[in-house]
């Protein structure tokens, strides 16, 4: 003789489920800061040491600024290089510049350009009128002149940051 199935059970547990999947999503939902601006400084080296004399090896250094909001511009106001002492170098950018929903610029330091030295940094100003996702700024450093390639990355650090 079979037993009758009973759907209370089933039901609980798709109650569950919903519910935890509900408290999922606003959980991620409540995790994703949203600003209206920030100053993000961002560590570049047109030189490294190597070896027990500290040989400089050059490098070419590309700053990336990713607009990671689907749906909004950002602006950037500010794109500045200063040195290993803190001495500021150059302007890269010279008026305020939109950067699209998922756009991305990019600026150059060539390996020839030895005045960072090892310490160089940028710092990066953005502003938005709308409260947008956090921008991915981070820079990539390589060089292949000799037969020992080198590449490596380094991401921004927020130094202030204008919340909604």
């Known amino acids: 003789m079979s037993t009758p199935v009973t759907t209370k059970p089933v039901l609980i547990v798709f109650v569950l489920l919903t519910l935890m999947s509900g408290f999922i999503t606003r959980t991620a939902?409540?995790?994703?800061?949203?600003?209206?601006?920030?100053t993000v400084y961002v560590p570049v080296y047109s030189h490294i040491y190597s070896g027990d004399r500290e040989q400089p090896f050059y490098l070419a250094a590309t700053l990336s600024i990713r607009n990671t909001d689907t749906k909004h511009a950002i602006t950037l106001t500010a794109v500045d290089y200063y040195d290993s002492d803190g001495k500021f170098l150059k302007h890269y950018l010279e008026k305020a510049l939109p950067?699209?929903?998922?756009?991305?610029r990019r600026y150059v330091v060539p390996e020839s350009d030895k005045s960072g030295g090892s310490g160089a940094?940028?710092?990066?100003?953005?502003?938005?009128?709308?409260?947008?996702?956090?921008?991915?700024?981070?820079s990539v450093m390589i060089s292949t002149k000799t037969q020992q390639g080198i590449s490596f990355t380094s991401r921004g650090r927020v130094l202030e940051a204008n919340s909604p």
């Open 29 to 38: 939902d409540a995790d994703m800061r949203l600003y209206k601006g920030q």
């Open 99 to 104: 950067l699209n929903a998922m756009a991305t």
């Open 121 to 138: 940094k940028f710092i990066i100003k953005w502003q938005s009128g709308e409260p947008v996702a956090e921008p991915l700024i981070e």
